[in-house]
C-alpha cells in the first residue's frame, strides 16, 4: 500500500443495476472511490447500500454494468480482486466452532500466508483488538463486539488494499466501537482505502473524509466531507435535504400518543 491518498481510484463503478423482481435496488450508478481514504457509502434503510457493496465486493452478480477494484474487473477477474480486499459484510458468517486463533490461522493459510507470518500477524491482531484473552475461545461464544472484532481480525489479516465494511459498529459497544476505530485509522495512516456503509450520520461525519450519499438506488451526492456537507452545519442536516426528509413531519396524525392508554 503505496499510492498517495486520493491520487487515484481504489474502486470504479459504471452503470451498476440490479433488480429483485419488481424492485429496483440499485438504478445505474456511477461512482469513482478515491484511494487511501476513509470513504463513508451513506443512505437510510433501504437505499441499497448492502446490495452495492455485495456486488462491488463480488458477492453478488450485477444485472448490468462494471466494476473495478484497484484495477482489477471484479467479475472478469475475480481472484485477483478478492486477493487485495478485505471484507466484513453485513450478517457476518464465521466459522463459530473454531476458536478465535484457529478462525484465524485457517483465514490466513487460505490466503497463501506462510504459517509463521500468520502467527505473527494473528497475534498482533488478537492483541490490539484485546482479544488475546479469548483467543483460545470458541467464536459460537462470542459477543457481538468479539465477533466483529475478529471478523476485522480476518479481513485485516493478509494486509489489503480496500477494507469493506458493511454497518461494522451496528451492535458494538462504545468500548469495541473505539478499538475498532482505532484499528481502521492506523490502516488508512498507511494507505489503506475503507469503505464502510453506515446509516449513522454523526459517526460518518467524525470518522470520514470522503462521502457518498444513497437513496432510492442512486448516488444523490459524492466527493469529500465538506463538499458533500456544504452550507448545512452537520451531515445529519445536509443528508436529509438530500434525500428529501427534512420537512417530514414525525408526529403528524398521532394526536392520540401519550399519557397512557384511553
Partial sequence: MTQEPGTS??????????RFGQQVAVAGIDLELPAGRFIGLVGPNGAGK????????????????????????????PAAVKARIGVLPEGLRLFERLSGRELLTYTGRLRGLPGAEVD???????DVLDLAGSQHKLVVDYSTGM?????????????????????PFEGVDPVSAQTIRGVLERYTATGGTVVFSSHVMELVESLCDWVAVMAAGRIRA???????????????????ELVGARDRDAG???DWLGGGAR
Fill in 252 to 254: 403528524a396524525g398521532l
Fill in 147 to 167: 465477533r466483529k472484532k475478529i471478523g476485522l481480525a480476518a479481513a485485516l489479516l493478509h494486509n489489503p488494499e480496500v477494507l469493506f465494511l458493511d454497518e
Fill in 9 to 18: 481510484a481504489a474502486v470504479r463503478v459504471r452503470d451498476l443495476w440490479k
Fill in 120 to 126: 505473527r500477524r494473528a497475534t498482533q491482531l488478537l
Fill in 222 to 240: 459524492h466527493g469529500p466531507l465538506a463538499e458533500v456537507r456544504g452550507q448545512a452545519p452537520t451531515l445529519q442536516q445536509a443528508f436529509l
Fill in 50 to 77: 448492502t446490495t452495492t457493496l455485495s456486488m462491488v465486493t463480488g458477492l453478488l452478480r450485477p444485472d448490468r454494468g462494471s466494476v473495478e477494484v484497484v484495477g482489477h474487473d471484479v467479475w472478469r477477474d
